[in-house]
C-alpha cells in the first residue's frame, strides 16, 4: 500500500514494478494560449506529487475548504492508501503540429525524429476518435478507485485548457517489470512479460529504453517513447481453438510459459531445433519468434500493457483484449519493424485486431518540487 517516488532522474511508472490496474487517458488540448498550458502542467505536477504521496489533489483538500467553493479534490480517495500511484505523463505528435498543420504553441521546431508517425500495418482497424492525442497520462496502481481518482482530478484541473478525447481501463498487467515479480497472464491465459526488460537489465535499459542526449532531441534525455495499442482479443474463436494450437501460435506452453521444446520459463527459445517431423519445434509463423529480438537487429521493447474488457459488443461476445503499452527509445527501431513482422506473418493476427493506436513523447522525471511535467520542452 505505499507509495512510489515522484521525483526522480526518470518518469515512475516505467521501470516501476508494474501495478495491478491502470487508467490511461489522452487529452486535446482546446486552448491555443501556451502560458495556460504551461501553468496547467505545472498545476498537474504538484497534483500528481501531493496524490502520488497518497494526498488530496489541492492544498486544501476535499472537505478542508469554504461550503461555497468546489472543493480541491473530489474525495472519492479520502482514507485510501498511495497504493503504489504512479502517473506518468507524454506528449502526442499533434501537441507539435496539429492536424491543420498549426504549430499552436511555437515547438513545432522541437519534435524528435523518434516521434515520427507510425505507418500503417497490415490489418489495421484503427479508430481515429480512441487513437491519438496531444498529451497523455498513464495512471497506475493498485487500487482502481485510486487511478480513477488521479485522472479525474487531472482532467478536472484541465477544464478549458484540455478535454479528454479517449481514455481506457486495464485490469491484470500482463508484463512484469522487475525481476522480483511473478509473471502474470494474459487473456488468452498465457504468461506475458517473461521476455521483457527488466528494471534489474541496467546496461540494456540505456540502450534500449531511456533517450540518450546523442539521439537529437536534447530535452528527451532520460525520457522514453510509449506506443499504446489497443487490440481486441477475439476470444471466443480462441476458446475454440485446441492446447497444442494455442501453444504453437505463441511458441510456449500454456502451463508453465516455457518455451516450446524448452523446460523452464526463463529458458531461451531454440529456434533451430526440429522435431522428429523435421518441422521447426517453435514454429516459423509464432508469436515469440517473430518477436524474438534475434529476429529483429537486437531490438527490445519494454512491455506494460493491461487486459481490458469493456463490456459486451452486444453480438454475445465480450468487448475483451490487450492495451498493450511498450515503451523504448526509438520507436522507428523497435516497435515499428517488430510489429511490422507481426502485422505480416504472425499466427496470432487471426485472434486479434488493433483498433486504437497512439504514440507518445514521455520526457524524462521531475526533479525537484520546483521542476515541472514538459519544463524541458516547453
Ligand atoms: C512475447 C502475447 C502483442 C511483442 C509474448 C508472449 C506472449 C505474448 C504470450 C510470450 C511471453 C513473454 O515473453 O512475454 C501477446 C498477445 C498480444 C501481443 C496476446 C496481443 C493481444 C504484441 C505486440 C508486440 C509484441 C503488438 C510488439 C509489436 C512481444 C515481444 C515479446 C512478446 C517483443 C518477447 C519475445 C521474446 O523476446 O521472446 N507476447 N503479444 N506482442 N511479445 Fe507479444
Redesign the pocket.
Known sequence: AGAVPFHGEHQAGITTPAQDRLHFVAFDVITKDRDRLVAMLQEWTAAAARMTGGKDAGVIGAVGGMPEAPPDDTGEALGLPPSQLTLTVGFGATLFRDAQGRDRFGIAGRRPAALADLPHFAGDALRPEISGGDLCVQACANDPQVAVHAIRNLARIGMGVVSVRWSQLGFGRT?STSRDQA?PR???G???????LKAEDAGLLREQLWAQPEDGADWMTGGSYLVT?K?R?QIETWDRSSLAEQEQI???TKGS?APLGRRDEFDE?DFAAKGDDGQPVIAVDS??RL???TQNDGA??L?RGYNYVDGSDGLGRLDA??F?M?YQRDPRRQ?VP??TR?ARNDA?NEY?RHVSSGLFACPPGVRDAADWWGRTLF
Open positions: 508484463s509473471t494474459n487473456l488468452f498465457f504468461k506475458d512479460g517473461t521476455a521483457n495499442r487490440i482479443m505463441v511458441g510456449r510459459g527459445p508469436h515469440v518477436a524474438h529480438p527490445r521493447l512491455r483484449g490487450l498493450f511498450a516497435f517488430i510489429q507481426l496470432m486479434l
